[in-house]
C-alpha cells in the first residue's frame, strides 16, 4: 500500500470525528481506527501489505496464516484488517525491511515499488 498507517484506539468512541480513515473496528472495549498518517505523522507508524491482489472466497483457508504465520515466526508484529476480498497486514514501520524479507523468504512475492528506498 503506498500509505503510512496509524493504529488508534477510542476507548468511548462508537465512531470518529471525521471521515479520514480506512478501517473502523466496533468492540466492547472501545473503537479501533486505522488511518493514513502519510506523508507525516507522530507515534507508531505501520506499513500496510495489502494480503492478496486477487479476490478470494471467504472459505479459502489458510491465506491469512500463510503471511502471519512467517511474521509470527520472526516476531514481527503485525495489525490486520480484513476485506471481503483480502487482507490488509500492518507491520511496524521501523520492521518493514525484515517483513519483506521474511515474506520473500516464505516464498511470496511483495510488491516494494511503492515503498521508499530508505524503508526496504
Known amino acids: 500500500m503506498p500509505s503510512v498507517f496509524a493504529v488508534e484506539h477510542l476507548p468511548h468512541a462508537t465512531f ?13 472495549e472501545g473503537l479501533t481506527v486505522v488511518r493514513e498518517t502519510w506523508p507525516t505523522g507522530s507515534g507508531d507508524r505501520w506499513i500496510g ?22 511474521l509470527a515466526e520472526a516476531a514481527i508484529p503485525v495489525f490486520v484488517a480484513s476485506t471481503f476480498h483480502a487482507d490488509l497486514v500492518l507491520v511496524p514501520e521501523p520492521r518493514v525491511k525484515e517483513a519483506v524479507a521474511v515474506l520473500e523468504d516464505a516464498g511470496h512475492r511483495v510488491d516494494t515499488t511503492h515503498l521508499r528506498s ?3
Open 16 to 28: 470518529p470525528e471525521d471521515d479520514e480513515w480506512i478501517a473502523l473496528v466496533r468492540a466492547p
Open 118 to 120: 530508505a524503508d526496504i
Open 49 to 70: 501489505l495489502y494480503g492478496g491482489t486477487t479476490a478470494h472466497s471467504l472459505d479459502v483457508p489458510g491465506m491469512l496464516a500463510a503471511i502471519v504465520g512467517p
